[in-house]
């Protein structure tokens, strides 16, 4: 009897958690919790400014604003670089993975714009 209740428990589960999946998945949504993703959404939904220093940059090493896009989706901010609790404006050190690692962003986000202040490249990569 035991045996017969958890496979109907695991059985509803299994539904649950695949309609629950679909549902989401048309809405949608993201589950940014940790510091690392509320800090990049926050400055992708802010209206996004290039300085001239960053536009350079790109141009200089072929950057485009795919790459910074990517970044900003699933890069790492070091807090410990950038001045996240300066007014009005914080600024964030933002790192590129994988094959971006070589590209970090510094970026200024005020209340309703995000603008990227520099383009660092590292290496020879992108010379």
Same mark, same amino acid.
């Given at each position: 009897?035991?045996?017969?209740?958890?496979?109907?428990?695991?059985?509803?589960?299994?539904?649950?958690?695949?309609?629950?999946?679909?549902?989401?998945?048309? /809405?949608? *949504?993201?589950?940014? $919790?940790?510091? =690392?993703?509320?800090?990049?959404? %926050? +400055?992708?939904?802010?209206?996004?400014?290039?300085?001239?220093?960053? /536009?350079? *940059?790109?141009?200089? $090493?072929?950057? =485009?604003?795919?790459?910074?896009? %990517? +970044?900003?989706?699933?890069?790492?901010?070091?807090?410990?670089?950038? /001045?996240?609790?300066?007014?009005?404006?914080?600024?964030?050190?933002?790192?590129?993975?994988?094959?971006?690692?070589?590209?970090?962003?510094?970026?200024?986000?005020?209340?309703?714009?995000?603008?990227?202040?520099?383009?660092?490249?590292?290496?020879?990569?992108?010379?």
């Amino acid at each position: 009897m035991l045996i017969k209740r958890i496979g109907y428990y695991l059985v509803g589960l299994s539904l649950g958690a695949v309609g629950v999946y679909f549902f989401w998945q048309k /809405k949608q *949504a993201s589950f940014d $919790y940790g510091m =690392d993703a509320r800090t990049l959404k %926050t +400055i992708r939904i802010r209206k996004r400014i290039y300085s001239n220093n960053a /536009k350079n *940059a790109m141009l200089k $090493y072929n950057v =485009d604003t795919l790459k910074i896009n %990517t +970044i900003l989706y699933n890069g790492d901010v070091d807090f410990g670089k950038g /001045k996240p609790r300066e007014k009005p404006c914080a600024e964030y050190y933002i790192t590129g993975k994988k094959d971006l690692e070589n590209i970090n962003l510094l970026v200024q986000r005020c209340d309703s714009t995000a603008t990227i202040q520099e383009v660092i490249v590292n290496g020879f990569g992108y010379d």
